[in-house]
């Protein structure tokens, strides 16, 4: 078995599907070439965090993440371009290490999670960028809307457990 770790600005660990415990072994391994990386995998919620940053009243910048999440990617590492990704988001989940805002934000001033409780991701393509680097454009849909865009993905190591 491996674990595939991948690490962007916003997401950032993934394991086989098949994969049912972790290795404990933190050392770093090689990048892996992106043809290494055919099959399915989860995302590993305990080592991947999917964050934010938001300007607040335009002074000042809130970092948030969303601590519950699940997403699948299916990796094609002889042609990327047929690689998929999709991650649902649960809204209620949101954290900004303030109560009072993160209710807020859960409020129908912004997120209206009674409304619309999840926040998706489906991707709509995938380009390969570099050895070990992709860029995933797709569908982020929030509240209701939805909007295209691009998130840099970049392989860093695999684990063998």
């Known amino acids: 078995m491996r674990q595939v770790q991948y690490v962007t600005r916003h997401l950032n660990g993934v394991r086989p599907l098949d994969q049912k415990e972790q290795s404990h072994d933190h050392r ?9 990386l055919s099959g399915v995998y989860v995302i590993d919620a305990a080592h991947t965090r999917i964050g934010f940053v938001a ?33 649902t988001i649960q809204a ?10 993160d209710a807020h ?4 001033d912004f997120l209206a999670m ?28 929030i509240r209701g809307v939805t909007n295209s865009i691009t998130i840099p993905f970049e392989v ?4 063998t457990a």
């Open 114 to 141: 009674d409304e619309h409780p999840q926040i998706t991701f489906f991707t709509t393509g995938v380009r390969r960028t570099g050895e070990t680097s992709l860029e995933l454009t797709g569908d982020l849909s």
């Open 156 to 159: 860093s190591a695999i684990k």
């Open 28 to 36: 770093p391994r090689r990048p892996p070439a992106l043809a290494d």
């Open 105 to 108: 934000l859960r409020s129908n």
């Open 55 to 87: 300007r607040h009243a335009m002074v000042t910048k809130v970092r948030g993440s969303f601590n519950e999440f699940e997403g699948r990617f299916t990796a094609d590492g002889a042609d990327p371009s047929r690689s998929s990704a999709n991650v």
């Open 92 to 101: 209620a989940s949101i954290n900004t290490r303030n109560e009072q805002r």
